[in-house]
């Protein structure tokens, strides 16, 4: 891959970021390498695509052979899972110059990380981590997406976590942490319908007043995925971000009501495991897309845009 210059010019913390074009409002899905074909062979009406960074920084092959393609004709969000946003120690430099020449690449209309934290002293996980909502950690989160808004000279969007245990080092809640970061950072929100399903399940609290609690403004994406059920230690149901099944009914419902407090939104059907066919993933698309346009203001005389570039 070729090195990119770093043109970024210096921001204050906090400061604004340059705004890319924004994600059309309709429904989106993963893309798969198991999908590529069929895509180009066959563009479906679709709002978006999005991938993983971290499949994609390596210099080139077959990977990036079929996202240039499929970037001709779709926009792209690309959402990271390895900087580590929620860690007490310094992002890992390198991960954030190839994320940044990943952007630079392909020029994305919406670039997302996760409030958790996934690496340790050199060592990465596997895993999307919880963290303590402490003053500290508020500190913390706040510097790292500062630095990387900075670094990629865009706003960045933070996705609310599926959680499996709280602390009882915080000293407030997660949705005052995240309204907290969202004010001192200026970032957006990737709103995760189906990970505030699972954490307030899990937590015993109310979805509906945890979604009101947030700093709805700030919403630039929703994602919606599936869930496995397990018990905990007590025989208390457990939910599982899992993201290899099908969409529950309740994720729907929790969805609809979301979009009525929001208004429409761009919104991602996440599948990475248990990778169906194109046509299932196409049709929980067109799910989302009806209820995209039942909360859309109504379409101008330009028309509605529907995703795919031509």
């Known amino acids: 891959m070729t090195d990119f210059p770093n043109v970024n010019p210096p921001f204050a913390a ?20 198991e999908h590529f074909r069929q895509i180009l062979a066959q563009p479906p009406a679709l709002g978006f695509f999005e ?64 409030l958790a934290w996934s690496s340790h002293a050199g060592t990465f996980f596997n895993d999307l981590l919880p963290l303590p909502y402490t003053q500290a950690s508020l500190d913390s989160v706040c510097a790292h997406i500062d630095q990387v808004q900075s670094r990629l000279n865009r706003t960045m ?89 099908p969409i529950a009914a309740c994720v729907w419902e929790l969805y609809a009501f979301t979009l009525a407090l929001t208004g429409a939104k761009p919104s991602l059907i996440e599948r990475d495991n248990n990778i169906p066919a194109l046509a299932v993933l196409l049709a929980e698309a067109q799910q989302a897309d009806q209820l995209i346009q039942a909360y859309a203001p109504a379409p101008t005389s330009a028309g509605v845009n529907q995703g795919v570039r031509r």
């Not at 409002?25 to 390498?33: D, E, F, S």
């Not at 990036?64 to 959402?79: C, F, G, T, W």
């Not at 390895?82 to 110059?97: K, M, R, T, V």
């Not at 509906?208 to 599936?226: D, F």
């Open 14 to 33: 906090g400061a604004a970021h340059a705004a890319p074009a924004s994600l059309p409002c309709a429904a989106g899905i993963g893309l798969k390498p």
């Open 51 to 114: 991938i993983h960074a971290e499949n994609y920084m390596v210099a080139g092959g077959p990977y990036h052979h079929y996202l240039e393609k499929i970037r001709a004709l779709y926009p792209l969000s690309i959402h990271g899972v390895g900087l580590s946003i929620g860690g007490p120690q310094a992002l890992d430099e390198e991960h954030l110059s190839r994320l940044a020449k990943l952007l630079q690449r392909y020029q994305p209309e919406s670039f997302s990380e996760h």
């Open 157 to 245: 969007l933070l996705e609310n976590p599926a959680t499996y245990l709280q602390f009882c080092a915080s000293t407030m809640s997660e949705t005052q942490f995240i309204r907290e970061v969202v004010r001192r950072t200026g970032c957006g929100l990737l709103l995760d319908v189906n990970n505030v399903h699972v954490s307030c399940t899990n937590h015993g609290t109310d979805a509906r007043q945890y979604l009101s609690e947030l700093p709805l403004q700030a919403v630039g994406e929703i994602h919606l995925a599936g869930f496995a059920e397990e018990l905990d230690s007590q025989g208390a149901p457990l939910l599982i971000d899992s993201h290899g099944a």
